[in-house]
């Protein structure tokens, strides 16, 4: 076995096993991006999930916005419907979020995998060729 075709065999391998590596790490990412488009409170960070995981919660945010300004706090009914609309965005933005993580871990394991294909197979032809 020559030197030269030794060193290119290790590199195949080398950037193959890069390749597996960050393959794991993507998938795992892609499963969770895929949690957080199906059920978007499960992976909501906890400080946006905070003031609007209950009415009540809500209610208490904005009355220490108001107290502060000396304004005063809009009825119930009005509330409700701002609570619900500002619950809405939250979790349309956590699925927007998860959606775009899902993208671009789909073309770094893409990418990934491509790599992976190019590298083992010249390594098992160098293989082919020593023996």
């Not at 391998?13 to 409170?41: D, H, M, R």
């Not at 300004?69 to 419907?81: C, F, M, S, Y």
């Not at 349309?92 to 959606?99: P, T």
Request: charged share 25%; aromatic share 10%.
């Amino acid at each position: 076995m020559n030197k030269k075709n030794l060193v290119i065999q290790i590199y195949a391998y080398l950037v193959a096993f890069s390749a597996v590596i960050c393959l794991s790490i993507t998938t795992g990412v892609a499963i969770y991006s895929v949690i957080g488009i199906v059920s978007p409170e499960t992976t909501i960070n906890a400080w946006k999930w905070e003031p609007v995981s209950s009415f009540e919660r809500f209610k208490k945010s904005k009355e220490g916005c108001v107290s502060d300004n000396k304004k005063v706090l809009p009825d119930d009914a009005t509330l409700q419907k701002m609570y619900e609309e500002e619950k809405r965005l939250v979790i349309l933005g956590e699925q927007r979020s998860s959606i775009q993580t899902l993208l671009y871990t789909s073309i770094i394991a893409g990418v990934s995998f491509v790599l992976f294909l190019i590298h083992w197979n010249l390594g098992k032809r160098l293989r082919k060729e020593e023996n």
